[in-house]
């Protein structure tokens, strides 16, 4: 079976322009996370959706946003970039909520 | 403030030897414990998990130990292999909050020498 995939797997961007990662989970997983990794530290939480519902934001401005989609797969959007969002990005799926997550090979974003 | 917290940046054993990663918690509403192995230019690859109604899981070479007192948890690898050599993350989840979050450390690099 294919793991989480994710698309694409870098991109730069520049400081004020918006972007798009795009989430495959797992088939049959129904719950899609989405994390940001920066160099030195772990993963950081930044949503979680569960049948295409919302069920848990992390500390992020309203500058990210996500949606999940009827066929489970999920996008993550980011307006208005700063040189501070360069990160991995990374998507997790999961069977049902409370189960282990298995994780995307991640998109790598640079914002110059 | 940092609710999970990995003390040691980096282990170094010997192959066939143990390998003994540890981690520390402060959120006392954490009930879901989880080991992920990270090679460079991947995403982390789930190892190992232990509810807090236990104290002890085992998977193969893996074990992970849970002390719900000293809010302390650590993976044992034994015998090390060179190809166990990776960034390990200890995460923490509340299973009763109402979502997934996983609260990462900031992880151990662990190099296991030939």
């Known amino acids: 079976d294919a793991g989480v995939t994710q698309s694409p797997t870098h991109l730069i961007k520049t400081r004020g322009q918006h972007v798009t990662l795009r989430c495959s989970p797992i088939s049959g997983h129904k719950s899609v996370s989405w994390y940001q990794q920066v160099l030195g530290q772990g993963p950081q939480f930044i949503f979680q959706y569960y049948e295409k519902e919302e069920r848990g934001r992390g500390n992020f401005p309203d500058r990210f946003s996500a949606r999940q989609f009827p066929n489970y797969s999920s996008e993550l959007n980011v307006n208005a970039l700063l040189l501070g969002d360069s990160a991995l990005y990374l998507c997790?799926?999961?069977?049902?909520?409370?189960?282990?997550?298995?994780f995307g090979p991640g998109t790598r974003l640079t914002v110059l | 403030d940092q609710q999970v917290k990995q003390n040691s940046p980096s282990l170094s054993v010997q192959e066939g030897r143990i390998s003994i990663l540890n981690c520390d918690y402060t959120?006392?509403?954490?009930?879901?414990f989880l080991w992920y192995k990270k090679y460079p230019a991947e995403g982390p690859t789930f190892l190992i998990s232990i509810s807090s109604i236990k104290d002890k899981n085992e998977d193969g070479r893996f074990t992970v130990f849970l002390n719900k007192s000293a809010k302390h948890l650590s993976l044992h690898i034994v015998p090390s292999q060179p190809g166990d050599s990776a960034v390990y993350f200890c995460?923490?989840?509340?299973?009763?909050?109402?979502?997934?979050?996983?609260?990462f450390g900031k992880g151990t690099k662990l190099t296991v020498n030939p």
């Open positions: 997790a799926s999961s069977r049902f909520q409370g189960f282990e997550q298995f």
């Open positions: 959120n006392s509403m954490f009930d879901y």
């Open positions: 995460a923490a989840s509340d299973t009763q909050g109402g979502s997934e979050k996983l609260v």
